[in-house]
């Protein structure tokens, strides 16, 4: 991807030389329709997906060269600009409002902005939610009382921990530790993939209350896992 991203104007002065049309450049997220114009005598009228931002000369050719009809089989450079950028597409904004933050005991939601606020700068964008209770009766095979979803970018929460017993520290820390995966991604180490580096280590070492938070799990979440 092209590290500098293009303006508007950018785009429109690169196609009005191209074309020899007063061109105006609309960015929109539309991502049903890509690219959609209107020609009128001597001006053209431009909607484009934002991913044309990150466009580069190559690929404004291209679109110059669609638009005018000229070289209709150079849709197929477009089509791999397209495929090459469509997690710009793909990526909606978070959603908030269809997560469930507040619990019967715990609120997810003020405690990650607490967090978020005095360990991560604000930086840990990921969608927020109490997870949901499974069906089987079966005692848990893992204690995944957290997880964080890579491709939704979504922390969830076992509902399990959403009981009075549970104290709020012990939330707040598997809310944190989440939160270290949200905000690191992946390490590498010699082409290895590291889940729980020194990186995340060093992160999560300022997770206010952690050895009583995991000292309160070696006693209790057996019995909060339990069927
Ligand atoms: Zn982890």
Redesign the pocket.
């Known amino acids: 991807m092209h590290t500098k991203s293009l303006t508007t104007a950018d785009i429109e002065l690169h196609l009005a030389r191209e074309l020899g049309y007063d061109v105006s450049v609309v960015l929109t997220d539309n991502s049903f329709t890509l690219i959609s114009f209107k020609k009128n005598s001597g001006s053209l009228k431009l909607r484009l997906h934002n991913m044309f931002r990150f466009a580069g000369p190559p690929e404004l050719d291209t679109l110059g060269a669609f638009i005018s009809g000229k070289n209709r089989h150079k849709a197929r450079r477009l089509r791999e600009f397209f495929r090459e950028n469509s997690s710009l597409v793909k990526k909606s904004p978070v959603r908030w409002e269809r997560f469930r933050h507040a619990g019967a005991h715990h609120d997810l939601g003020p405690m990650f902005k607490e967090l978020n606020h005095r360990y991560f700068g604000r930086a840990v964008k990921a969608g927020l939610t109490w997870g949901r209770e499974t069906r089987s009766g079966k005692r848990l095979k893992h204690i995944r009382i957290g997880s964080y979803d890579w491709e939704k970018r979504v922390i969830r929460i076992h509902p399990r921990l959403d009981r009075a017993s549970v104290p709020g520290y012990v939330v707040k820390a598997v809310l944190f ?1 989440e939160m270290c ?1 949200a905000h690191l991604g992946t390490e590498k180490k010699n082409g290895r993939r590291l ?2 580096g020194p990186g995340f280590k060093e992160l999560l070492s300022r997770c206010p209350d952690l050895d009583r938070a995991e000292k309160w799990q070696e006693k209790n979440l057996s019995r909060i896992l339990a069927p």
Request: charged letters at 0%.
């Open positions: 530790h995966h889940i729980h």
